[in-house]
């Protein structure tokens, strides 16, 4: 399954004319790509948080999403990607970041300190004894939008402390910005549609500089 600071980097991609494309470029935007974010925001946020919370919780349902500010949750996925786009730069291989991210990537020390500061609005266990001792999720807010920003800061500390940051690649085509997971050792783009393309210009190029 993609995982929400994955699917939250991939926001920006190349649109097919030579520019880059960003799927959160308005508020309206936001709210409907959190739409399609549930499975990967109830991996972060369902398993550890309490039911009786889940009016805060799930801003991508229907019934919810005339409540969030779509304003603030865009302003705050905007943000939020920057720094996981800036901490992604620096897990693939040295020198080899997206192109749309090499000359103005965030300092790493405020990458990181964005993403831990928003994973910690989720919380933490604690121990409460009354009877019998029993751990407790303590959340430290309620605010829909700072838990989005929780949701994502937690996944990406997740996805770049665990396997998979071994496969994360930058696609070195020249008009692509997306990160991707390489399946194979041999695999060199994100997509056939990236290799194809590259495979025609160095044609292209061999041709003409003959």
Same mark, same amino acid.
């Given at each position: 399954?993609?995982?929400? /600071?994955?699917?939250?980097?991939?926001?920006?991609?190349?649109?097919?004319?030579?520019?880059?494309?960003?799927?959160?470029?308005?508020?309206?935007?936001?709210?409907?790509?959190?739409?399609?974010?549930?499975?990967?925001?109830?991996?972060?946020?369902?398993?550890?948080?309490?039911?009786?919370?889940?009016?805060?919780?799930?801003?991508?349902?229907?019934?919810?999403?005339?409540?969030?500010? /779509?304003?603030?949750?865009?302003?705050?996925?905007?943000?939020?990607?920057?720094?996981?786009?800036?901490?992604?730069?620096?897990?693939?291989?040295?020198?080899?970041?997206?192109?749309?991210?090499?000359?103005?990537?965030?300092?790493?020390?405020?990458?990181?300190?964005?993403?831990?500061?928003?994973?910690?609005?989720?919380?933490?266990?604690?121990?409460?004894?009354?009877?019998?001792?029993?751990?407790?999720? /303590?959340?430290?807010?309620?605010?829909?939008?700072?838990?989005?920003?929780?949701?994502?800061?937690?996944?990406?500390?997740?996805?770049?402390?665990?396997?998979?940051?071994?496969?994360?690649?930058?696609?070195?085509?020249?008009?692509?910005?997306?990160?991707?997971?390489?399946?194979?050792?041999?695999?060199?783009?994100?997509?056939?549609?990236?290799?194809?393309?590259?495979?025609?210009?160095?044609?292209?190029?061999?041709?003409?500089?003959?």
């Amino acid at each position: 399954m993609t995982t929400l /600071a994955f699917a939250l980097a991939a926001t920006i991609k190349h649109d097919g004319h030579g520019g880059i494309a960003d799927l959160l470029s308005t508020p309206e935007e936001s709210v409907a790509w959190l739409r399609e974010q549930k499975p990967p925001l109830t991996h972060v946020l369902g398993p550890v948080l309490p039911t009786d919370l889940g009016r805060f919780l799930h801003p991508i349902r229907a019934e919810i999403l005339p409540n969030l500010d /779509a304003s603030r949750a865009w302003c705050e996925l905007v943000r939020m990607r920057r720094a996981v786009r800036a901490l992604f730069a620096r897990a693939v291989a040295p020198g080899a970041p997206s192109k749309v991210d090499a000359d103005r990537l965030m300092e790493l020390d405020d990458a990181l300190r964005m993403v831990n500061d928003a994973a910690g609005r989720l919380g933490t266990t604690r121990l409460e004894w009354v009877d019998e001792p029993r751990l407790r999720w /303590a959340y430290q807010t309620e605010d829909p939008v700072e838990l989005l920003a929780g949701a994502v800061g937690r996944s990406a500390i997740e996805f770049l402390s665990g396997p998979d940051r071994e496969r994360l690649r930058a696609c070195p085509a020249a008009r692509c910005v997306k990160y991707f997971l390489q399946d194979d050792p041999r695999q060199t783009w994100c997509s056939p549609a990236c290799g194809n393309r590259e495979r025609v210009n160095r044609h292209y190029r061999k041709r003409t500089a003959g």
